[in-house]
Nanobody, 116 residues
Framework: QVQLVESGGGLVQPGGSLRLSCAVS????????MRWYRQGPGKQRELVAT???????SYADSVKGRFTISRDNAKNILYLQMNNLKPEDTAVYYC??????????WGQGTQVTVSS
């Protein structure tokens, strides 16, 4: 059973930083890609950032230059470093893993609130 557990969310002032973590446990044959999504109040879930099995990264235009996705393969942890946070970044952030059999796994989410 694969489990993803996010942590690191919280309340931060505009312009501040947070680092989200997603700890992966269980039997994973091989990772196709990992992603961070978010869902703001009254909004649909949106893709924030992707990192492939080969380490290539991509970002939504709204976070490009401010957020960085990375992985620690030895520890099986996915990160999202978020800098220069804005109120519109307020959302529940979810990590997602797709393995090479195209099976999707989700974490439970972590709340990020950007407010003064």
């Amino acid at each position: 059973q694969v489990q993803l557990v996010e942590s690191g969310g919280g309340l931060v002032q505009p312009g501040g930083s947070l680092r989200l973590s997603c700890a992966v446990s269980g039997s994973i044959f091989s990772i196709n890609r990992m992603r961070w999504y978010r869902q703001g109040p009254g909004k649909q879930r949106e893709l924030v950032a992707t990192i492939t099995g080969g380490g290539s990264t991509s970002y939504a235009d709204s976070v490009k230059g401010r957020f960085t996705i990375s992985r620690d393969n030895a520890k099986n942890i996915l990160y999202l470093q978020m800098n220069n946070l804005k109120p519109e970044d307020t959302a529940v952030y979810y990590c997602n893993l797709m393995d090479t059999y195209y099976r999707n796994y989700w974490g439970q989410g972590t709340q990020v609130t950007v407010s003064s």
